[in-house]
T-cell receptor, first 115, second 115 residues
Framework: AQSVTQPDIHITVSEGASLELRCNYSYGATPYLFWYVQSPGQGLQLLLKYFSGDTLVQGIKGFEAEFKRSQSSFNLRKPSVHWSDAAEYFCAVGPPTGGGNKLTFGTGTQLKVEL | DVKVTQSSRYLVKRTGEKVFLECVQDMDHENMFWYRQDPGLGLRLIYFSYDVKMKEKGDIPEGYSVSREKKERFSLILESASTNQTSMYLC??????????????FGPGTRLTVL
């Protein structure tokens, strides 16, 4: 069965510092990969997605993610964090064929930004 | 922009009550989902629907049922609410394109408290 692991439950960074959030997945084939962000009291917003092609994908709000097949990883990065980036981040995988777009989510990483 | 709306942001119910959570999307998406979000557990899929009157169980369907009479509306029903169903409930919708590649669009969530 597919699974997604986000090993860091909480991460604290200083404003202006770089950020990397880790995501590892277990899947029978290369799945579709997503990162979502959830601000307090809000639903989830799609940051970026990877289907195929260039393994470095750009998303909204200055985020990017790199797919590494050999490591089954899809880590999220941002060169310089802003205080407004404080939120919870979820990595998710979806089936490469069919499956009705059913997504499997990681347990999330809570990001705190120190001013 | 895709819009997914949920009928209530906050709901308080008593044990044993029948509870209806409503979700409406305005982008003619085929797929709709109900997730439950709990701290430390991430998002867990309760039910999903890939067409009108069609439904499939997700990972945690026990104690829940769903209804999809119209394409734009997907209802989650708690037949007899229990305290362990206190949670945040998130509705999502997505296109049906093969490959799950379009991700999902989420509503703002309903925070349900069962007393």
């Amino acid at each position: 069965a597919q699974s997604v692991t986000q090993p860091d439950i909480h991460i604290t960074v200083s404003e202006g510092a770089s950020l990397e959030l880790r995501c590892n997945y277990s899947y029978g084939a290369t799945p579709y990969l997503f990162w979502y962000v959830q601000s307090p009291g809000q639903g989830l917003q799609l940051l970026l997605k990877y289907f195929s092609g260039d393994t470095l994908v750009q998303g909204i709000k200055g985020f990017e993610a790199e797919f590494k097949r050999s490591q089954s990883s899809f880590n999220l990065r941002k060169p310089s964090v802003h205080w407004s980036d404080a939120a919870e981040y979820f990595c998710a995988v979806g089936p490469p064929t069919g499956g009705g777009n059913k997504l499997t989510f990681g347990t999330g990483t809570q990001l705190k930004v120190e001013l | 922009d895709v819009k997914v709306t949920q009928s209530s942001r906050y709901l308080v119910k008593r044990t044993g009550e029948k509870v209806f959570l409503e979700c409406v999307q305005d982008m003619d998406h085929e797929n709709m989902f109900w997730y439950r979000q709990d701290p430390g557990l991430g998002l867990r899929l309760i039910y999903f629907s890939y067409d009108v009157k069609m439904k499939e169980k997700g990972d945690i369907p026990e104690g829940y049922s769903v209804s999809r009479e119209k394409k734009e509306r997907f209802s989650l029903i708690l037949e007899s609410a229990s305290t362990n169903q206190t949670s945040m409930y998130l509705c999502a919708s997505s296109l049906s394109a093969a490959g799950g590649g379009h991700g999902a669009y989420f509503g703002p969530g309903t925070r349900l408290t069962v007393l």
